[in-house]
Every structure is written in C-alpha cells, then in structure tokens.
C-alpha cells in the first residue's frame, strides 16, 4: 500500500519551528495513540466523561477543577464567555444576540493583544466580551492594568507566550493582585507553557494549556482552575462549546498524556545545547553564515539555534532562502520571527540528528550552491 505522503501526495516535513499548528503540532507518545484509538472504538456518556476525566486531572495537578477543550483558542473563547454567561440559562442560549446588560469588557495588556496564528481579540469576541486594552504596546504595570477597570469589567486576562511583549510588563502576580482588589476573575493563557501549575499557585483563577503543545497529547485543551469558573467552563458545552467540542478520544489521550508528561524525564535547555552543537559547528563553516546559541524569549528552558544571513555576501534575501528551504523535497520550517532582521531560529526538540545534517547541507547548497 503506497504510504500517506504518497497517497496524498504530500511532502515530508522536516519540522525546526517547535511545536507550531501549522504543522501539527507535536507527536503524541504509543501509549497516547493507543488509548485515543480506544476511545474511538468504545461508547461513553460523554458529560460522566468529561466530569470524571476533569477531576482526575485536578487531583493529577493539585487543582480544584479541571476540563479537556478542544484546543487552547476554544479555552480562551469559552472561559470569556464562562464569565460573562455564569449560570445565565438565557445568556448561554443567546450570548451574541442578549442586550442584557452584564458586565462584557475583559481588561488585557496592550502588549498581549496578539495575532498567535488567530488574533487573541477575535477569541474573546467569539466568547461574547470585548478587550479593553491597559497600558501601551511596549509597557504595562499593575496602576495601568487596574485603571482600565470599571463596573462593565467582567475579568482580566493575560497572555503568557512568546508572541507578546515581554519587557516593561506587569506579572502574573501583579495581574492576580489586581484582579483580587476588584474581585474579578483572572484568566491566564499559557498555550505553550510547560509548567501546569504554576499560574494557578500565582493567583489565576483560570488557566488554559494546548494539550498538544508541551503536554505531546492530540489536538485539544486544558483549562484548569477555580472550581465554580471550571464548571461554568462545562456549561458552555450548551453555548459556544458545542461549536468547538472536543472528541471522546481526545478527552482520553490529553488525560493519560497529562499523567506521562508529569512523570516523564523531560530534554532540558542544555542538553538541547549539546545536541546542537555540531549542527551550530557546521553552519558556521558555510559562508556567509553565522550561527549561535539563544534561548527561549518567554523563560522557558529552552535553547535553540539562531541563523543569521550575511543578504550582502550571500546574495539572498532570508525570506527567499526560507521559501526555497520549504519548497525543497523534504519542506523544512524554521521561526521566523526575525527574518526580517536576516535572522531565523532552530527549535531542535522536534528534530533528529540525520534530520539536522539534512537542513545544514540543505542550506549550504541553497548559500554556496555546492
């Protein structure tokens, strides 16, 4: 039988960008695979599921609550409109097209009103709340954060990612603080973050995870938290969630994932160091190229590979050299970001040794033409 990349006709992806949607993200451990195809293949009462799954997380990570979603965005979507909505069985039903009058404004940093693939604005309005923006692009301190606040205030969110602005802004300590003075709820999106506790202990009363970033689960979500905002999170099932449910075997592989993921050796920052440091070493070798060690921009453990073009020596723009790089016949994807700065980085974690060989030898003929 011809393989799926044959019988598609798709190309092999070599996938130095990280763990990243548009290219699926992340590979999900036998184990993972096995129990999605078991829940596949079986019947459940999917709200018992959902229910039992969830508290087995919470006791998993300490947490009053927890709920598997089918992605992070619908944990922003859903928490929004879990605020707004509470038990209001007209509100659930016509959260869009209510003119009642309940408190709809959600209070973020400017510098955290981000695009991450959708924008974070269209998240929330999809959730029936509108952002008020605090502070400016480039700072945000807790007086700025809490002088957006008024009485149409229905909670604060923050963004915890490397797409946002990271100097000049408040914590999440500082957020929680703030959210605590008016007593209003805090929701965190930590999508990829790889430490599932840590801003529940700061003080965030919500806390959304993509369960196939870090955690290496299928495509789903996890919002943990506050035991009453995690159950009007489930009620949005009957609300927007029901456009956005996740699947019984998703419910079943992001839960066994979670219990592996907080049991398994995870690859630190320097040992991501070593493993690219040949790869570092032979980069440096081809003309017009330089390359060094830089790590995670949002803290994280993280090291990657950052390749800078000399556009003058080598004759290439970086955008044209990463376009071509991905028309090859194995598509190799690098981030971005600051490839208008003639620079690109490597995210090793996904990406095996041979795999390496391949993207610098890849490079170098794209440079030098040898």
């Known amino acids: 039988m011809p393989s799926i990349y044959e019988k598609y006709n798709l190309r092999k992806v070599i996938n130095a960008s990280g763990r990243m949607t548009i290219l699926g993200v992340s590979t999900p451990k036998p184990e993972v695979a096995d129990e999605v195809l078991f829940g596949l293949n079986h019947y459940f009462e999917i709200k018992d599921l959902v229910n039992k799954t969830g508290a087995y ?84 301190s807790a007086e700025q954060l809490a002088a957006k606040v008024t009485p149409q205030t229905a909670a604060i969110l923050y963004i915890k990612s490397h797409h946002t602005v990271q100097k000049s802004m408040l914590t999440v300590v500082e957020a929680a ?15 990829a973050e790889e430490e599932l506790t840590a801003y529940y202990q700061m003080g965030a009363d919500l806390v959304i995870y993509s369960g196939a970033k870090a955690i290496e689960g299928p495509t789903s979500g996890l919002v943990i938290g506050k035991n009453q905002y995690v159950e009007w999170v489930k009620l949005q099932s009957n609300g927007i969630g029901r456009a956005m449910k996740v699947g019984k075997e998703g419910i079943l592989g992001l839960t066994l994932a979670i219990e592996l ?110």
């Open 261 to 370: 993921y907080l049991t398994a050796k995870k690859e630190t920052g320097q040992e991501m160091v070593e493993k690219m440091t040949p790869f570092i070493n032979d980069l440096n070798a081809i003309p017009g190229i330089t390359a060094k060690v830089v790590w995670d921009a949002a803290g994280r453990d993280i090291a990657r590979t950052e390749i800078s073009f000399d556009e003058k020596a080598i004759g290439k723009n970086t955008f044209d050299i990463m376009k071509q790089l991905k028309l090859g016949e194995t598509a190799i994807y690098f981030r971005e970001y600051k490839a208008n700065e003639g620079k690109v980085e490597a995210d090793v974690r996904s990406v095996t040794a041979p795999q390496l060989d391949v993207i610098s030898s890849s490079i170098r003929q794209l440079v030098t033409g040898v």
């Open 57 to 140: 997380i919470a006791k998993l990570l300490g947490v009053e609550n927890a709920v598997v979603v089918s992605c992070a965005s619908a944990g922003i979507a859903q928490s929004v409109a879990a605020v707004i909505v509470k038990d209001d069985q007209d509100l659930l039903l016509n959260l869009h097209s209510s003119d009642k009058a309940v408190p709809r404004e959600i209070v973020m940093p400017k510098g955290h009103n981000v695009n991450f693939g959708a924008p974070v604005d269209t998240m929330v309005s999809l959730g029936g709340g509108k952002v008020v923006e605090a502070g400016f692009a480039n700072e945000c």
């Open 177 to 191: 603080a703030v959210a605590r003075k008016y007593a209003l709820p805090l929701i965190v999106d930590a999508a």
